[in-house]
């Protein structure tokens, strides 16, 4: 009886292939990754254009009152 074809896509399962795969995407430390989403926030925070601080004028009633004597209301 001949052994089927090998499809190419299928993996065998073997443990050479679990440690090579356990080392090459294996779990991260839990620091890591809660130091790295820190960091991501921070960095959406960083690029964020609607979060800019706008330096509020005060006016004075004189101020007011002209404004609302040009505009007509």
């Known amino acids: 009886m001949k052994k089927p074809k090998w499809d190419g896509r299928s993996r065998p399962a ?36 609607f979060n800019i601080k706008v330096k509020e004028e005060k006016m004075t009633p004189e101020q007011l009152k002209k404004i609302e004597e040009r505009n007509g209301f």
């Not at 991260?28 to 964020?48: A, H, M």
């Open 14 to 49: 073997n443990k050479a292939y679990d440690e090579g795969y356990n080392r090459i995407f294996g779990e991260k430390e839990q620091d890591q990754l809660k130091e790295s989403y820190k960091q991501s926030l921070q960095n959406k925070k960083d690029r964020d254009p």
